[in-house]
């Protein structure tokens, strides 16, 4: 049974989708939770989630103090278990959240506004070339302070960073990855240089 682990709407069971979604373990939703914790200020961020699945990554993040969640999810059995896991979220907190029917390319082409804090969960069989190619079409929606974190399988191997992210941190927990990305602070006093 996969539940909301702290916050407003702690402990709202979620429905997971009976097949074609593979949910991140409680053990590393906590451990991926208890990092960002230290370093990532929940309060009026704005959270997308990609690849949502059940959506317990960016109802977290929600749960937390989120400002405002979009996840996008492609599969019809997801986005039903979706629409039902926001709507018993949203009866422990008002905040908006919004479900993307689409795939994940076809969103990241078409979406405006800026997001702070980035949840990419693929399928593992993506393959690597398709997780740099989302992470491409996600730049130009980052926040300047954006944080992405990506869930891999430990057996797919790296993956390529697009220019304009860096890696902050990787965690391993069993058979899961997880890379903490995020956008490289710009150094003023170069700019200062480069212009005079």
């Known amino acids: 049974m996969t539940r909301i682990i702290a916050g407003a709407a702690a402990m709202t069971r979620l429905r997971v989708p ?41 109802l977290e993040a929600l749960s937390r103090g989120a400002e405002s969640l979009v996840v996008v999810e492609r599969s019809r059995q997801a986005v039903e278990a979706l629409r039902a896991n926001i709507a018993a979220v949203q009866q422990r907190i008002n905040a908006p959240a ?6 994940v390319p076809h969103f990241l082409r078409a979406a405006a506004g ?4 980035v949840f990419i ?21 980052l926040s300047p ?9 430990a057996r797919s191997g790296e993956f390529t960073l697009p220019a ?3 890696l902050w941190r990787q965690r ?7 890379y903490f990305l995020e956008v490289p602070v710009s150094d003023p006093s170069v700019a200062d240089t480069a212009d005079s």
């Open 114 to 117: 800026e997001f702070d804090l």
């Open 172 to 178: 391993s927990y069993g058979e899961t990855v997880l």
């Open 18 to 58: 009976a097949r074609g979604t593979r949910p991140t373990s409680d053990k590393v939703r906590e451990a991926l939770f208890s990092g960002l914790e230290a370093s990532f200020e929940f309060e009026d961020a704005r959270v997308l989630d990609l690849y949502a699945g059940s959506g317990a990554l960016g």
């Open 145 to 153: 302070d954006a944080l992405v974190v990506v869930e891999r399988d």
């Open 121 to 141: 969960d693929p399928p593992y069989e993506l393959d690597n070339a398709a997780v740099t190619d989302d992470l491409e079409l996600l730049l130009p929606l």
């Open 98 to 103: 919004r479900v993307a029917a689409e795939s």
């Open 164 to 166: 304009g992210l860096t």
